[in-house]
């Protein structure tokens, strides 16, 4: 089965940066749409980034736009996000996931998305 397994998590001061990492398992990784999630205490799931199964197109919530950058590696089986200048309000927990369909583009909501990571903890300070 499909097996998603994010990393990369931590403590990171206002301003600095981090990377998140998610390892695909499963045939055919390159064929769908990844996207990351996050959820915040008290808050429900939200988009924050999703990229087409090409990899050509990229879409981000307004809230990360021009700070996050969504990337994969399709040889290797991985899903990237760059955060820079990371805020207090970014503290969350991300999820990677996979598109249900194949061949899809970067969707913004949560309903296109079959499979999910366990997720990974970032915690900004300020």
């Known amino acids: 089965q499909v097996q998603l397994v994010e990393s990369g998590g931590g403590l990171v001061q206002a301003g600095g940066s981090l990377r998140l990492s998610c390892a695909a398992s499963?045939?055919?990784?390159?064929?769908?749409?990844m996207g990351w999630f996050r959820q915040a205490p008290g808050k429900e799931r939200e988009f924050v980034a999703g990229?087409?199964?090409?990899?050509?197109?990229?879409a981000y919530a307004d809230s990360v736009k021009g700070r996050f950058t969504i990337s994969r590696d399709n040889a290797k089986n991985m899903l990237y996000l760059k955060m820079n200048s990371p805020k207090p309000e970014d503290t969350a927990i991300y999820y990677c996931?996979?598109?249900?369909?194949?061949?899809?583009?970067?969707?913004?909501?949560?309903?296109?998305?079959?499979?999910w990571g366990q997720g990974t903890q970032v915690t900004v300070s300020s």
């Open positions: 996931a996979r598109a249900r369909a194949p061949y899809t583009t970067a969707a913004q909501s949560a309903t296109p998305y079959a499979y």
């Open positions: 990229i087409s199964w090409s990899g050509g197109i990229t």
């Open positions: 499963g045939r055919s990784f390159s064929n769908y749409a």
